[in-house]
């Protein structure tokens, strides 16, 4: 019973060797050469192992000539892709331009909510002569929606320009976030201390 253990472990440790001598290398060389070399050694052995080791190597050999004619580009990185959303994953700048794009969106609904409650109390005015052409007492949504479709086409383009130039649209956005930042703030600062 000892030497059947023995002949069965001796059998497996020779699969390993094919697999990782044929894993070893995409390519034909000294590890294709070391992978059938020690196919030869198990097709002598007694038992099943030269067949399951002809499979073994066969089933591991089939990819083989599609790779060798495949083109190899060794300068070119394999590019991430996103398998979920079909789409290359991104970089740590365009996650940052992200970020940052969210940081906006937050300050600038600050900013429309305090502007939005200074108008309808009369204790503040839009301080952007364009968009003081959409307040009005009779539709007070009015500036909201203009506000916010504002902030969508800035959020297309930044999406836009994240896709080439990431560091370029996180600058933009953070400077639009200070920018609403301060408004908000500002806006609150003038109704809690009681007038302009």
């Known amino acids: 019973m000892s ?63 599609a790779a060798a004619q495949a083109p190899i580009d060794s300068a070119a990185p394999e590019p991430c892709w996103n398998v979920a959303t079909d789409t290359p994953c991104e970089t740590w700048a365009q ?31 839009e301080g952007n002569p364009i968009l003081a052409l ?16 504002i902030t969508g086409a800035q959020i297309w383009g930044l999406m836009k320009l994240r896709a080439t130039h990431p560091k370029l649209a996180t600058g933009i956005a953070l400077a639009n976030v200070a920018v609403s930042s301060w408004a908000a703030w500002h806006n609150t600062h003038v109704l809690t201390r009681g007038g302009p």
């Open 3 to 65: 030497e059947h253990v023995e002949q069965r472990f001796a059998d497996h440790s020779t699969y390993l060797q094919i697999a990782r001598a044929l894993v070893a290398t995409r390519q034909p060389g000294p590890a294709l050469s070391r992978a059938l070399a020690l196919l030869k050694k198990s097709l002598v052995a007694a038992d099943r192992a030269p067949v399951r080791a002809a499979i073994l190597a066969c089933v591991l050999l089939l990819p083989w000539p």
């Open 134 to 149: 959409f307040v009005s007492p009779d539709h007070p949504a009015l500036i909201g929606a203009v506000k916010m479709a």
């Open 95 to 125: 996650r940052g331009t992200s970020l940052s794009i969210i940081a906006m969106v937050a300050a600038s609904g600050a900013d429309l909510a305090a502007t939005s409650y200074g108008l309808g109390s009369g204790r503040i005015r």
